[in-house]
């Protein structure tokens, strides 16, 4: 659970910088700040290790949020999807990377996914970009040391991605991550706002 209270602390400022400031941003903009008040009732060690189960009010708050907005939901994260399709800035010289063994990892999605384990995800993991993001740090923590993973953090903080997006079918996309080192690839549910699959790519 620890490496899980990383990866969502990190989620917080990821999230709060990917919004398109459109009708649902400030609506979530505004349902997120409510929060304060609900998180008042809570101690300051639930909150720092994020302790929060399925009957918490706050999550119940979350929950109700979430399914009232489901169609809001959906089309805010299309039209994030969209605004990298096709993206003519993006490069990825499949010769100068390998291809990375994640079988574990592709058998654990449900796992990593966090809706069950972790129902503040549902909140934090509405934007697709702020997710994939999240599922890289996953990778690193799981696959590479501690200093390895600082250096990762580091990087992403000074630098940014390249992001390219293609339309799979009626509700899956395809999404490329080219963070230089690392090139992740996703199949990425629109309605379910789950991960479906993982590539990485390692530069050689």
């Known amino acids: 659970m620890k490496k899980i209270n990383i990866i969502i602390t990190l989620l917080f400022a990821t999230l709060y910088g990917c919004g398109q400031n459109n009708g649902f941003e400030k609506k979530m903009e505004k349902f997120r ?79 990593l996914n966090l809706s069950k384990d972790v129902p503040l995800s549902k909140l934090l993991w509405i934007d697709p970009i702020a997710k994939i993001s999240s599922f890289k740090t996953i990778y690193f923590l799981q696959e590479k040391e501690v200093e390895e993973l600082a250096v990762f953090n580091a990087k992403i903080s000074i630098t940014s991605s390249q992001i390219k997006t293609r339309k799979i079918n009626k509700s899956q996309w395809e999404i490329i991550d080219n963070s230089y080192d690392v090139v992740s690839k996703f199949i990425y549910d629109l309605n379910q706002g789950k991960v479906m699959n993982i590539e990485i790519f390692e530069k050689k």
């Open 33 to 111: 700040f409510s929060l304060n008040k609900e998180l008042e009732k809570y101690d300051n060690e639930k909150i720092y290790n994020l302790k929060f189960d399925k009957n918490d009010s706050m999550i119940i708050m979350i929950d109700s949020f979430v399914s009232k907005n489901e169609k809001e939901i959906k089309i805010y994260r299309e039209n994030i999807l969209k605004k990298y399709e096709n993206n003519p800035d993006f490069k990825f010289n499949t010769e100068k990377y390998i291809k990375v063994d994640l079988d574990k990892i592709n058998d654990s999605l449900d796992e």
